[in-house]
């Protein structure tokens, strides 16, 4: 099989070089062959296309072949050239082959010839290897050099680009980058090329994008591998190609560039002409798009880091918690803009010493013994402490949790200590503490009323009843009496213990507190001592509030004689009243205080003052600081109970040594005149003959009211509890009962849900409760206000049988429309059977 050659001959015998032509055929070659014998045509042939081999004659009529060697080097043509002549000297051999020569054949032995020809094509394809080899290390040299140089993406994508185009012989370069939002190749602005030639190729790559398999850089994209187009203007997968026909670009190839294993990019070349794949320009390019591939993945790397720094930074500067990076000692490494605002400190100062030193004296020996402890065992830290710096005490809680090392790094040695203000939450948790157990203590004194207010009911009618029994001259009268005065007091005392626990019986009304406090003042005047000052300074335009006269008093009177105990030596006292408004950022400085309009009336003494620890029980029923027998514990007990009871707050401030001031709010309502007086009382009237049902569970107390009731002719039917008193009176159907009597709080069943069922039967049906509380009449009045009354206890013989009176012939009969639908009192009815 013969192979096509290319060689060109120098000589200027024509018979000569046809004796080489046959001899390269008879030799296995196909020669393309030309015949020159004269310089100028040697130099034009010689910019034409490349050479094979180059047979050269020593001696012709105007030149040498060392002529033919200095123009090759002149034009840097690497083409073999062998020397085929007649004799030559040694000195011309010598100096043919330093000249470049390859080899020098005599005419007269032209055995060598193919031989000859045969090593230098081989030696030449070698050699053009080996230059090629250096061209793509130098290439490849060249862009690394450009891409380390360059932090921006598309620049090195442009510098790879112009090297590639330049150095490989391609028309036209570009690139596409993924975009991670949409998954779409995107071109980017990076490119080499003609501007004007490829222009408008160009533009409509700018205007495309490219998901996986579309087009050539969708299919090196889904491919992962280079994808070479021989004619890219015959393609029918790609929009482009029309535009590339026009262009003059055939030849194409994608390459994708992967950052570890995405692929992140594709990069494209275009010829003018078609060709084949190339094996060794696609291992060059591929080689390529791996260092572009792992720039891009480090600048993706840089730019991630970048992001989490600055995340990291945004995060600790935005963060509500101070953050503080420390070793084991607790010297402070990296502190965040919040923890030096909860310190009081500078950067600088933040970092001079451990932390240990803002933790307040008190606090200070169990933080730092709890900080190694947990060092010590690698664990975690939660504590909460308060911290005293620049002046300020706050209370902050502190996490602390150790640094994970990275997998080979030793063991972590750094910890992550948080830091939270938390000394709002502390006041409210106090303030909710204290909340709480003022409602506790309150449901216990109120309790422990509603139990008393049975007893005293029970002591003080029995002993009217034996009072009265007795002839007038008796001993045992005066005896009685003073079990009467007794049971007065304890009342008084019980009557208080409501008040704080808000479950008094109140009468409110609207008043201006100015003229309640000069009808006061000459009074007051006689509860404190000669050496101490009273100073009255009602406001000006004082707005009105809702509230029992008589407790408003009882305030006032309690708060006075506080005052006066806390000035033995002597004083001045102060009551002031004034309007008030309480913003929302007023709240959180008043105890329980909610925004709105208010008016304070303020008690303000030059004591002794009140310690904080004092401070944190004056509330607290039967907590005194007074010698014993000097005073109940009650005196602000009442006051708490009073104001909160009508919708107020209290406040008190006090410096130890200077003095207190009592700061009461009550809400402020609209000036309307009071209602009209009610009229008399009903004239009493002992006897009567009506049915009554009474319910108690208090037995003492449920036979002395039938004792009195039946004493003044009615008919009396009792019950024990609720449940019970709803059998009787079914039990009793046929019996009209005129009126219900019963207690508001009983076990089982109170009052109020026996009076809904019995009225679900007896819908015109009179209820008169009877109750040591207030709420539970206050809180259901308006139900059952028509038809229905209430009895305080503990109440007399007396009291009992006229209101009994009252209730029967005085009182409407309930409203009938109030009563609920069928379906509901049915199931309602059912709810309770017993």
């Given amino acids: 099989m013969s192979h096509s050659l290319r060689v060109l001959l120098i000589e200027d015998m024509e018979s000569d070089a046809l004796v080489l032509v046959d001899r390269l055929r008879r030799g296995g070659y196909e020669p393309d062959w030309r015949r020159v014998d004269s310089l100028l045509e040697v130099r034009a042939v010689f910019a034409g296309a490349p050479w094979d081999i180059i047979l050269c004659d020593n001696h012709l009529p105007s030149f040498r072949s060392l002529d033919v060697l200095s123009l090759m080097h002149e034009l840097g043509l690497d083409w073999p050239l062998i020397v085929v002549s007649g004799r030559m000297t040694e000195a011309e051999t010598v100096a043919a082959m330093k000249a470049g020569a390859r080899d020098y054949i005599r005419k007269e032995s032209m055995a060598r010839l193919v031989p000859a020809i045969v090593r230098e094509l081989r030696d030449t394809q070698i050699r053009k290897e080996r230059q090629t080899a250096h061209q793509e290390i130098r290439l490849l040299q060249s862009i690394a050099s450009a891409i380390s140089d360059t932090s921006d993406v598309h620049l090195a994508l442009g510098s790879v680009l112009r090297q590639v185009c330049v150095s490989c012989h391609w028309v036209l370069g570009q690139a596409w980058l993924l975009n991670g939002d949409n998954d779409l190749l995107e071109c980017s602005p990076a490119w080499h090329g003609d501007a004007s030639g490829h222009e408008g190729f160009r533009q409509a790559s700018l205007a495309l994008k490219f998901g996986a398999s579309m087009g050539l850089p969708g299919s090196a994209w889904s491919d992962r591998n280079p994808v070479w187009r021989r004619d890219f203007s015959c393609e029918t997968g790609d929009v482009r190609a029309p535009l590339a026909a026009a262009a003059n670009l055939r030849a194409s190839v994608g390459v994708p560039v992967l950052a570890g294993q995405k692929v992140v990019a594709i990069i494209e070349f275009f010829r003018a002409e078609a060709l084949d794949p190339d094996d ?194 008796s001993q045992a009268r005066s005896d009685i009496e003073m079990v009467l005065k007794a049971a007065d007091r304890a009342a008084n005392l019980t009557r208080q213990l409501l008040a704080f ?87 959180g400085q008043t105890s329980g205080a909610g925004p709105g309009q208010y008016i304070a009336l303020t008690v303000t003494d030059t004591g002794t003052g009140i310690t904080d620890e004092v401070k944190a029980h004056i509330f607290e029923p039967f907590f005194t600081t007074k010698e014993l027998g000097k005073g109940t514990g009650l005196g602000l007990a009442t006051v708490y109970g009073i104001v909160k009871q009508n919708g107020g707050h209290i406040e008190v401030s006090s410096q130890v040594g200077e003095g207190t001031s009592f700061r009461v709010y009550l809400p402020r309502v609209a000036a309307v005149l009071p209602p009209e007086a009610r009229s008399s009382q009903t004239e009493f009237r002992p006897k009567g003959s009506e049915n009554i049902l009474l319910v108690e569970d208090e037995p003492q107390v449920r036979w002395l009211a039938k004792r009195v009731l039946t004493a003044q002719g009615y008919q009396v039917t009792e019950a024990a509890n609720g449940e019970e008193g709803l059998q009787v009176a079914r039990q009793n159907a046929g019996v009209e009962f005129h009126l219900l009597v019963t207690d508001m709080v009983m076990p089982r069943m109170g009052g109020k849900m026996l009076a809904e069922r019995i009225r679900l039967e007896r819908p015109l049906l009179k209820v008169l409760f009877m109750s040591g509380y207030s709420d539970e009449w206050v809180d259901n009045q308006q139900e059952f206000e028509e038809g229905s009354g209430f009895l305080r206890k503990p109440y007399k013989p007396e009291e009992l049988v006229r209101k009994v009176y009252e209730m029967i012939h005085n009182s409407p009969a309930p409203k009938t429309n109030a009563i609920r639908p069928p379906g509901e009192q049915t199931a309602a009815v059912e709810a309770v059977q017993p």
Avoid at 313 to 319: A, E, F, K
Avoid at 527 to 551: C, F, H, M, W, Y
């Fill in 280 to 473: 060794r320009f696609m291992g060059l390019i591929t080689t390529l798009a791996a260092q572009l591939g792992h720039f891009i993945h480090q600048k993706q790397a840089e730019e991630a880091l970048r992001k989490s720094e600055e995340l990291f930074r945004r995060l600790c500067d935005c963060s509500p918690f101070g953050i503080l990076v420390t070793d084991e000692k607790g010297l402070c490494i990296f502190s965040n803009p919040r923890c030096r605002k909860i310190l009081g400190v500078s950067l600088v100062q933040s970092l001079e010493k451990g932390w240990f030193r803002w933790v307040h004296p008190d606090d200070h020996s169990t933080l730092v013994q709890q900080w190694f402890a947990t060092v010590a065992a690698r664990s975690e830290l939660s504590s909460e402490f308060r911290i005293k710096t620049d002046g300020r005490q706050i209370w902050a809680r502190l996490r602390s949790s150790m640094m994970v090392p990275e997998q080979g790094q030793g063991q972590g040695s750094g910890y992550v200590v948080t830091i939270e203000d938390i000394s709002e939450q502390k006041q409210m948790e106090a303030q909710f503490l204290q909340a709480q157990k003022m409602e506790s203590i309150g449901r216990l004194a109120g309790g422990v009323a509603h139990d008393f207010n049975n007893l005293l009911t029970a002591i003080n009618s029995f002993a009217r009843l034996a009072q009265d029994s007795l002839p007038p001259d």
């Fill in 501 to 587: 626990a808000r479950r008094e019986v109140i009468n409110p009304q609207v008043l201006n507190p100015n003229v309640l406090l000069l009808d006061l003042e000459r009074m007051l005047t006689r509860l404190i001592r000669e050496n101490i000052t009273l100073k009255v300074k009602p406001g000006d335009q004082v707005g009105s509030v809702n509230a029992d006269p008589s407790q408003l008093e009882q305030v006032l009177i309690n708060l006075v004689v506080n005052a006066a105990d806390a000035m033995p030596a002597g004083g001045r006292l102060t009551i002031e009243t004034a309007n008030a408004e309480l913003s929302a950022a007023a709240v």
